[in-house]
């Protein structure tokens, strides 16, 4: 099968950059989580630590320039960030990202939160759905929605959670 044209992807044919920096570390492609019409995600890794990285879109449509609708994407993902932030089970921003020494407006990193997404038909501890219950509610409380949690893949459970 022939690949789609580059206006379905948010970075056209392009991967995201292999090294990306944050205050001064630079953190290497791991993996390439997906990459859609919005954004490209991807895993990366510094000698310590693991990042996500998310690409928002750039790439033109049919002529049209995007590049405004990526930097939008992205300030409004860091505002959301930075209410959220100090809430536990709510991954950190990293900061500013840039590659090569250039700011990448069209871009946000945010901690690794390890774990995988809940599976039908998951066994889960007791504790899963009333700590969940929680989180939502301490993000409620700060004017955000997940818009996205009818997805069993946006729901993710920590590997070391006691799965039953």
Do not use: C
Request: proline letters at 8%; glycine letters at 10%; charged letters at 25%.
């Amino acid at each position: 099968m022939p690949p789609r044209p580059a206006l379905f992807y948010a970075l056209g044919h392009d991967d995201p950059p292999a090294p990306v920096e944050i205050a001064g570390e630079s953190f290497r492609l791991h993996e390439i989580l997906k990459h859609d019409s919005w954004a490209a995600t991807g895993i990366y890794d510094l000698a310590s630590r693991r990042a996500l990285y998310k690409f928002n879109r750039r790439q033109p449509i049919l002529g049209i320039p995007m590049r405004w609708l990526g930097r939008r994407l992205a300030a409004r993902e860091r505002g959301f960030m930075e209410r959220l932030a100090g809430i536990e089970g709510v991954p950190a921003s990293l900061g500013i990202v840039s590659v090569a020494g250039r700011v990448l407006p069209h871009a946000v990193s945010r901690q690794v939160v390890p774990g995988h997404a809940l599976a039908e038909g998951e066994p889960i501890d007791h504790l899963f759905f009333p700590t969940f219950r929680r989180l939502l509610a301490a993000v409620h409380a700060r004017g955000v929605a997940h818009v996205d949690l009818h997805k069993r893949e946006n729901i993710l459970v920590d590997d070391g959670a006691g799965l039953a």
